[in-house]
């Protein structure tokens, strides 16, 4: 019997060790604007210890000095399959705001802008290969460019923890309202009841939505 419950309170206690560790994963993680499947409303990944620029690009910063720049999760779960092409090569300079990335998906264009100053020191032609790893992998596998930061303080303009999974939240509301303001009987469903958009929803919205979207959210 003393075995029995020796065992139950062993079990137990892996038990509350098991929740405790999954919840810690979770808000590490940071994911914004969940829903539960087959709900495909947009689900965004915001890690601890990355970096977020106004421009919904992100920054991942190595102990050599060099990051690791690619497109957030708010822009790529708008879209569904796009095409990615990079427009800087190793060795070029880049500066702040120099259009570095073009996504492109059912005739249309968005222009994603550099994060900071630098020389890129590598592009990632896997993502150009394999664009579905933006859904897949993004923060391994989905980066754009390795670059050495020309400016380091460009890093302090930007947004970490919680403080970027806040504004990811603003940049819904503000989104919704560009959504609201498109004619026709499609954009209430984009919307979940006043909730996040549908995962692909730019595919769904014409070209002037789309130069709306990328001079209003896509800027540095």
């Known amino acids: 019997m003393t075995v029995l419950l020796v065992l139950v309170t062993v079990l137990a206690c892996l038990g509350v060790d098991w929740l405790i560790r999954t919840r810690r994963h979770r808000v590490a993680v940071g994911v914004v604007g969940t829903a539960s499947p087959p ?34 999760d708010f822009v790529g779960r708008l879209l569904e399959r796009p095409r990615v092409t990079l427009l800087k090569r190793a060795g070029e300079r880049v500066a702040q705001g120099e259009p570095i990335l073009e996504l492109r998906s059912d005739g249309h264009v968005l222009t994603v802008r550099s994060p900071l100053d630098g020389r890129v020191l590598a592009p990632n032609p896997e993502l150009e290969r394999r664009p579905e790893v933006m859904h ?46 498109v004619p026709g009987e499609m954009s209430p469903a984009l919307l979940q009841d006043g909730g996040p958009p549908l995962g692909g929803a730019m595919n769904r919205m014409d070209d002037a939505v789309w130069r709306r979207f990328e001079a209003e959210f896509l800027q540095v």
């Open 39 to 72: 709900d495909r409303s947009v689900r965004v990944r915001v890690p601890a210890g990355v970096f977020f620029a106004r421009s919904h690009t992100w920054v991942n910063l190595f102990p050599t000095g060099k990051v690791l720049v690619g497109v957030d």
């Open 136 to 181: 897949e992998a993004l923060f391994s596998d989905g980066w754009a460019y390795a670059v050495m930061p020309g400016r380091p303080g460009d890093l302090k303009q930007m947004l970490l923890g919680e403080e970027a999974r806040a504004w990811i939240g603003r940049e819904f509301a503000r989104l919704r309202d560009v959504f609201a303001g």
